[in-house]
């Protein structure tokens, strides 16, 4: 698994303040963890009764053909994370941890099924009984990639990202509200290869971003610029008891958006991994300006970018990107002044 990062800000600016070889398999602890096709590490800290848990999604089958995501326990004994359950899985993309109701659940995305990608993903609930995490409700996707738990008041939400209904990419991903122990439709959303949904609050605004990949049609010949198109920003209305477009802002093959605020500042930051020619692409930071809504202050030039997480320490604020066509991961650190 390959990894990179970048650049700078004006009155407040990014520079390089560590670069990290990520070796593939990865290690935890002084375990190393087998993960055929492992695609991302879920660091949902699955926090609960003292115990933590790790979830990974493989996307890929192990050596003897069999699809299994795993789930680890940390071992305050072994000091590492041991394997504690497998779940059959099909190319899983992601993980999401969530609580509801005092109960706690994982819901995988499960991409395809050989060439099929219209299969159901599971949401999966702890039984405190078996003491294991055992199948509460499946839900149809299409190419799912992405799943984003989040709550508004005391309604709980999950939003999955459906890249591609084995014909497009032209599909809507849909927004689920749970009422009755179960998750229901809430809302739909025309999307374009969907990989990633962002929830963010900026006072008592509450918005959903989706990172929109690519659009394409067997029925149509793939242009170079069908990867160059728009992401889009919504936002909650409260009066009509949905999500509205707020903004419309052009991405290559965006993969991901984080959402990150500094003093009183808010900033987004997306993921652009190929504009048609080349995964040579700036990926870009967006400052919230009000009513201007989110305007571009700084372009961080990255390659084949796919991930950003953005976290604080006590030395700083941090951003750290991810890219699967390079050997480094950089990590950013903020400077103001």
């Given at each position: 698994?390959?990894?990179?990062?970048?650049?700078?800000?004006?009155?407040?600016?990014?520079?390089?303040?560590?670069?990290?070889?990520?070796?593939?398999?990865?290690?935890?602890?002084?375990?190393?963890?087998?993960?055929?096709?492992?695609?991302?590490?879920?660091?949902?800290?699955?926090?609960?009764?003292?115990?933590?848990?790790?979830?990974?999604?493989?996307?890929?089958?192990?050596?003897?053909?069999?699809?299994?995501?795993?789930?680890?326990?940390?071992?305050?004994?072994?000091?590492?994370?041991?394997?504690?359950?497998?779940?059959?899985?099909?190319?899983?993309?992601?993980?999401?941890?969530?609580?509801?109701?005092?109960?706690?659940?994982?819901?995988?995305?499960?991409?395809?099924?050989?060439?099929?990608?219209?299969?159901?993903?599971?949401?999966?609930?702890?039984?405190?009984?078996?003491?294991?995490?055992?199948?509460?409700?499946?839900?149809?996707?299409?190419?799912?990639?992405?799943?984003?738990?989040?709550?508004?008041?005391?309604?709980?939400?999950?939003?999955?990202?459906?890249?591609?209904?084995?014909?497009?990419?032209?599909?809507?991903?849909?927004?689920?509200?749970?009422?009755?122990?179960?998750?229901?439709?809430?809302?739909?959303?025309?999307?374009?290869?969907?990989?990633?949904?962002?929830?963010?609050?900026?006072?008592?605004?509450?918005?959903?971003?989706?990172?929109?990949?690519?659009?394409?049609?067997?029925?149509?010949?793939?242009?170079?610029?069908?990867?160059?198109?728009?992401?889009?920003?919504?936002?909650?209305?409260?009066?009509?008891?949905?999500?509205?477009?707020?903004?419309?802002?052009?991405?290559?093959?965006?993969l991901d958006w984080e959402?990150?605020?500094?003093?009183?500042?808010?900033?987004?930051?997306?993921?652009?991994?190929?504009?048609?020619?080349?995964?040579?692409?700036?990926?870009?930071?967006?400052?919230?300006?009000?009513?201007?809504?989110?305007?571009?202050?700084?372009?961080?030039?990255?390659?084949?970018?796919?991930?950003w997480e953005a976290f604080?320490?006590?030395?700083?604020?941090?951003?750290?990107?991810?890219?699967?066509?390079?050997?480094?991961?950089?990590?950013?650190?903020?400077?103001?002044?």
């Open positions: 698994m390959q990894h990179r990062a970048v650049s700078v800000f004006h009155y407040q600016h990014f520079g390089v303040y560590s670069v990290c070889p990520v070796p593939f398999p990865v290690d935890v602890g002084e375990a190393e963890v087998q993960s055929p096709g492992l695609l991302i590490w879920c660091q949902q800290t699955l926090m609960f009764l003292f115990q933590i848990f790790l979830a990974v999604a493989n996307f890929g089958p192990n050596e003897r053909g069999q699809e299994f995501s795993v789930i680890y326990k940390w071992s305050p004994r072994k000091l590492k994370f041991t394997l504690y359950q497998r779940i059959a899985t099909h190319s899983a993309r992601d993980w999401e941890a969530f609580k509801v109701d005092g109960e706690h659940f994982l819901v995988v995305a499960n991409h395809r099924e050989g060439d099929n990608h219209n299969i159901d993903s599971v949401v999966y609930r702890w039984n405190p009984g078996s003491q294991l995490f055992e199948a509460n409700q499946s839900i149809a996707t299409s190419g799912a990639y992405d799943w984003e738990f989040f709550t508004v008041g005391p309604y709980s939400f999950l939003v999955v990202a459906n890249t591609f209904n084995g014909t497009s990419t032209q599909v809507h991903s849909h927004l689920y509200i749970w009422l009755v122990g179960a998750f229901q439709l809430f809302q739909s959303f025309l999307t374009f290869g969907a990989a990633d949904w962002e929830v963010f609050h900026i006072g008592e605004r509450i918005f959903l971003a989706v990172a929109n990949s690519h659009s394409y049609d067997v029925q149509m010949q793939a242009q170079n610029d069908s990867y160059v198109l728009s992401s889009v920003i919504y936002e909650l209305n409260v009066t009509a008891q949905n999500f509205v477009k707020f903004q419309d802002i052009p991405t290559c093959s965006a959402f990150f605020s500094v003093g009183e500042d808010h900033f987004l930051v997306v993921a652009n991994s190929f504009d048609g020619n080349t995964f040579s692409v700036n990926s870009i930071i967006y400052r919230w300006q009000g009513y201007e809504g989110f305007v571009a202050v700084h372009k961080l030039p990255t390659f084949g970018c796919r991930d604080n320490t006590t030395a700083g604020s941090y951003l750290i990107y991810s890219s699967a066509k390079e050997p480094l991961s950089r990590v950013l650190k903020l400077r103001t002044g």
